[in-house]
C-alpha cells in the first residue's frame, strides 16, 4: 500500500496543512504517518526509512511542512536535503508545504517534487 509520512519540521508547530494534506491523501487510498509539530530531521528520515524498508516495493511520498521564516527553513530544508538523498535517489519522493516565502527559499533547493502554499485548489 502506498504511503504517506509528514509533519512539521524542525521547530515548527504549525500543522493544520499538514492534517489537511494527510485527510486527502487518506481519501486517496494512502496509508498515512502523522508525526505532528516540531519533529526533529532525524526522526522523520528515521520514520521514512523503516516506511521504504517495510513497503515491499510500494510507493513512500514523504509531506515536509515548515511555516516560519525563510531564512531559518532555507537552512533546515537544505541539510534536511542533504540527510536525505539516499532516500531521495532510491525512489522516495519529498513534498513540501509552506508560506509563499518559504516555498519560494525550497523551490531553490531542488529537492522538493512539488511545493504548496495553501493557494492552491483541492
Given at each position: 500500500?502506498?504511503?504517506?509520512?509528514?509533519?512539521?519540521?524542525?521547530?515548527?508547530?504549525?500543522?493544520?496543512?499538514?492534517?489537511?494534506?494527510?485527510?486527502?491523501?487518506?481519501?486517496?487510498?494512502?496509508?498515512?504517518?502523522?508525526?505532528?509539530?516540531?519533529?526533529?530531521?532525524?526522526?522523520?528520515?528515521?520514520?521514512?526509512?523503516?516506511?521504504?524498508?517495510?513497503?515491499?516495493?510500494?510507493?513512500?511520498?514523504?509531506?515536509?511542512?515548515?511555516?516560519?521564516?525563510?531564512?531559518?527553513?532555507?537552512?533546515?530544508?537544505?541539510?534536511?536535503?542533504?540527510?536525505?538523498?539516499?532516500?531521495?535517489?532510491?525512489?522516495v519522493n519529498f513534498v513540501f508545504g509552506g508560506t509563499p516565502p518559504v516555498?519560494?527559499?525550497?523551490e531553490k533547493i531542488g529537492f522538493f517534487e512539488r511545493s504548496f502554499d495553501?493557494?492552491?485548489?483541492?
Amino acid at each position: 500500500m502506498k504511503t504517506v509520512i509528514a509533519g512539521a519540521l524542525g521547530e515548527c508547530v504549525h500543522v493544520a496543512g499538514v492534517s489537511k494534506f494527510l485527510r486527502l491523501a487518506e481519501q486517496a487510498g494512502w496509508k498515512t504517518v502523522f508525526l505532528g509539530p516540531a519533529v526533529h530531521p532525524q526522526k522523520m528520515l528515521d520514520t521514512v526509512r523503516q516506511a521504504q524498508a517495510e513497503s515491499n516495493g510500494d510507493q513512500v511520498l514523504v509531506g515536509v511542512s515548515y511555516r516560519l521564516t525563510p531564512e531559518t527553513g532555507e537552512r533546515l530544508l537544505g541539510q534536511f536535503a542533504e540527510e536525505a538523498a539516499d532516500l531521495h535517489e532510491s525512489g522516495v519522493n519529498f513534498v513540501f508545504g509552506g508560506t509563499p516565502p518559504v516555498v519560494e527559499r525550497a523551490e531553490k533547493i531542488g529537492f522538493f517534487e512539488r511545493s504548496f502554499d495553501g493557494t492552491e485548489p483541492v
